[in-house]
């Protein structure tokens, strides 16, 4: 069985998708985090599995090895919602390194690191930086980024790395909110995915020097299937190559009078598989089931209005 360690679990987000993507019989063999609300998540969703607690005091040594290690080291550091602190030590982000001293001690067949955008250009203290002729040797030349330190890291100890920015609009959400992925693997065996056939078994991954391995031929890797995104127009049928119009997929009679986010409310809709509340009366059903058990004859909310200072 595929087994995956978790780091900042948070409410385990990473570790479910990833399962889903290769073993959905896979098992959490750990969890890590500090915080009440996901602790107390983590008991209820794995009560069986032991929480690791705080990432910087784990005696890696003494932890049960596994396939998989997931985990998304603080953002607030390095986005662009944050101060940009950077990687560095005494920021939250810099938790990345223990995240590391994990990978090293265990060498997991994978790591999946996620986290925001930013990392792609927040700068990060690197052992590479103070080397003669290296990158940020000297005041003037760029620093080593955030996802450059992830990937240098995991270079050092003999893992080959690939990232790729996703966002949630490519799945069919109607917000880009993008993230970085990026997935380690020791060099030469990427991790492959078997795809079951005949059977109820569920999908597995295995490096490709793996002797279950079978059926995919050099296979690198395997395509994931995203929402069709809806062309902006209501015309009366769709273009060849192109996903449906809006009319066929929003379930509101007429998003017009939405303008401009007419293709991202009807896109939400569709993965909500509610309508939309009208814009300018968002609480319009509540309204009125109000007024109807209240005796309202006006069909309306009675909003309280401001008063100035002399009628007080």
């Given at each position: 069985?595929?087994?995956?360690?978790?780091l900042?679990?948070g409410?385990?987000?990473?570790d479910?998708g990833?399962?889903?993507?290769?073993?959905s019989s896979?098992?959490?063999?750990?969890?890590?985090?500090?915080e009440?609300?996901?602790?107390?998540?983590?008991?209820v969703?794995?009560p069986?599995?032991?929480?690791?607690?705080?990432?910087?005091?784990?005696d890696?040594?003494?932890?049960?090895?596994?396939?998989?290690?997931?985990?998304?080291?603080?953002c607030q550091?390095?986005?662009?919602a944050?101060k940009?602190?950077?990687?560095?030590?005494?920021t939250?982000?810099?938790?990345w390194?223990?995240?590391?001293?994990?990978?090293?001690?265990?060498?997991?067949?994978?790591?999946v690191?996620?986290?925001?955008?930013?990392a792609?250009?927040?700068w990060?203290?690197?052992?590479?930086?103070?080397?003669?002729?290296?990158?940020?040797n000297?005041?003037?030349?760029?620093?080593?980024?955030?996802?450059?330190?992830?990937v240098?890291?995991?270079?050092?100890i003999?893992?080959?790395?690939?990232?790729?920015?996703v966002?949630?609009?490519?799945?069919?959400?109607?917000?880009?909110?993008?993230?970085?992925?990026?997935?380690g693997?020791?060099?030469?065996?990427?991790?492959?995915?078997?795809?079951?056939?005949?059977?109820?078994?569920?999908?597995?991954?295995w490096?490709?020097?793996h002797?279950?391995?079978?059926?995919?031929?050099?296979?690198q890797?395997?395509?994931?299937?995203?929402l069709?995104t809806?062309q902006?127009?209501?015309?009366?049928?769709s273009?060849?190559g192109?996903?449906?119009?809006?009319?066929e997929?929003?379930t509101s009679?007429?998003?017009?009078?939405?303008?401009p986010?007419a293709?991202?409310?009807a896109?939400?809709?569709?993965?909500?598989?509610?309508?939309?509340?009208?814009?300018?009366?968002?609480?319009a059903?509540?309204?009125?089931n109000?007024?109807?058990?209240?005796g309202?004859?006006?069909?309306?909310w009675?909003?309280?209005?401001?008063?100035?200072?002399?009628?007080?």
């Amino acid at each position: 069985m595929t087994t995956v360690g978790s780091l900042f679990t948070g409410y385990g987000g990473l570790d479910m998708g990833v399962m889903i993507a290769l073993d959905s019989s896979a098992r959490i063999a750990w969890t890590s985090d500090v915080e009440p609300g996901p602790c107390k998540l983590a008991a209820v969703r794995w009560p069986d599995t032991p929480n690791l607690g705080d990432i910087t005091r784990v005696d890696w040594d003494a932890v049960e090895p596994v396939d998989i290690i997931c985990g998304g080291s603080p953002c607030q550091d390095i986005s662009v919602a944050g101060k940009r602190a950077g990687m560095a030590p005494g920021t939250r982000s810099n938790l990345w390194a223990s995240m590391f001293t994990a990978i090293k001690t265990i060498r997991p067949r994978l790591v999946v690191w996620e986290n925001v955008q930013g990392a792609l250009n927040a700068w990060a203290v690197s052992a590479l930086e103070p080397r003669s002729g290296l990158l940020g040797n000297e005041p003037a030349r760029p620093t080593v980024r955030a996802a450059g330190r992830v990937v240098g890291d995991l270079a050092t100890i003999g893992y080959d790395v690939c990232w790729r920015v996703v966002r949630a609009s490519d799945v069919g959400s109607p917000h880009q909110r993008a993230r970085l992925f990026v997935i380690g693997y020791p060099h030469g065996e990427p991790w492959d995915l078997r795809r079951a056939t005949g059977t109820s078994e569920a999908a597995r991954g295995w490096p490709l020097s793996h002797p279950a391995r079978s059926g995919l031929g050099n296979a690198q890797h395997v395509a994931g299937t995203l929402l069709p995104t809806p062309q902006a127009t209501n015309a009366s049928r769709s273009s060849a190559g192109y996903g449906p119009n809006l009319h066929e997929i929003a379930t509101s009679a007429d998003l017009t009078e939405f303008g401009p986010y007419a293709e991202a409310i009807a896109r939400w809709e569709k993965v909500t598989g509610r309508a939309a509340p009208h814009h300018q009366h968002p609480h319009a059903d509540q309204a009125e089931n109000h007024n109807s058990q209240h005796g309202s004859s006006n069909g309306s909310w009675a909003c309280p209005t401001a008063t100035s200072p002399a009628q007080t």
